[in-house]
């Protein structure tokens, strides 16, 4: 291998926080649409006629492509053998393609079925599995692209830094939707594509930020003395994904992140309704109380990340961020407390705990898995976590359709008692409480360093 002469770019500050910056914001741009309806929900029953059903299919769809046909795990191949720009350029795209199809569906409603859904639905739900198939695949890209820029320097800072702007677009979603329909609408019928519109010109700006990206990734592997993105002893092999299974280390992980992600991502679809049925909270400012969540992240994943970086104890991060999630989801299954201020502190301790485990959690990962397997391992770990991402807003939406149903004295639809999906939401806390603890164990075992600090 050519002996490293020159300093490498990643030594300039300016260049990799840069570099950061940029792939952030195509982020974020993925995260705006992955939330886009969620505060649409009231809108799109009332005047779309969909169910909690049809919100749970749609919802679901995110993990179709992802799950059932592997294309997560053949992204992470393609990633680690044709190299962040080609994966980056080509899961952009797919955003792009899966979002088109999504607004088609809102913005021309088809009668009839498809394969038993609602024609509509069915559309819908193809473009949000090509888009969660997309926005996935850049977030493995991404990840990687940070450790190759920040590796043995402010790595947790910068995935913190890097979630804490995928979340604006997530705090955008959840916010802006609701409002803007409404005020888009024309002679009271809102316009529920607009928001999703916006989106897709979001998106279109994500890959122009990708596009720019590819030039600093060419440099810097000028500067590093690499010709071709991709070395023959980089380069995938399946004994790569045998090693990585392999690893006990690798599955708790995994297995942390599926259920901690479930009683997050999975929520945050149903949170703007809980506000408005639980809560009582006038259906305009819903979104609000939610988009609180990821407001509070972008403060604190990356303050617990240079945490992590400087102090270590990643493990018991983690199982500090399982505990809350846990007692948060608790008290809001309770059916007392209904006064939405503390519906408004129960997601700002939310925030806390959805900033400490993905702040901890990520940047474990290159302990224990290395470098030139990282991008299969990312996405092997979001295979499994994409199966929460998809199970849960089904089994959410199908109980809410059956169970939670409360009627008024003639027999007339009134509101959902969230009771009982919260107490799912919670279960998923107990059981990463127990995850986390076998990982910190494991840790002591094996000495991952999950403990230790991320710099020097
Ligand atoms: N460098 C960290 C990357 C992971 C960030 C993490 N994203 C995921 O877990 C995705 N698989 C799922 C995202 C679903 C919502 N878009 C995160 O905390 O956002």
Sequence with gaps: MTEVINKSLRDSKGARWGALAVVSFTMLCGYYINYVISPLKPLLEEYMGWTSADFGVWNSAYGWFNVFFLMLIFGGIILDKMGVRFTGLGAALTMIVGTALQ??????????TILGFKSSIAIGALGFGIFGMGVEIAGITVSKIIVKWFKGKEL???????MATARMGTALALAVPLPMAKALGVNGMPSISAPIMLGLGLLVAGFIAFLWYTFMDKKLEKSEGISDEVSEEDAFKVSDI?????????????????????????FLYYATDLMINKYGVNEDFAGAIPSLLPFGTI????????????????????LIGSVMLLAVHSF???????????????IILLGVTFSLVPSAMWPSVPKIIPEKQLGSAYALIFWVQNW???????????????YCKVVDDNGVFSHYDYTLPMVIFAATGLLAIIVAAALKAEDKKKGYGLERPNMA
């Design 299 to 318: 403060i604190l994943t990356p303050f617990f990340g240079n945490l992590y970086d400087r102090k270590g104890k990643g493990a018991t991060i983690m």
């Design 156 to 162: 947790a800072l910068a995935m913190g830094l890097e």
């Design 388 to 402: 929460g991402l998809m199970g849960m807003p089904l089994l959410i939406g199908i109980v809410l359709e059956k």
């Design 242 to 266: 045998l090693f990585i299974i392999k690893n006990k280390g690798f599955w708790l992980i995994a297995l942390l992140c599926v259920l901690f992600y479930s009683g997050i991502f999975p």
């Design 103 to 112: 607004y088609y569906a809102i913005e021309f409603p088809m009668e009839g």
């Design 332 to 346: 809001f299954a309770a059916p007392i407390l209904n006064h939405y201020i503390i519906a408004i502190v129960l």
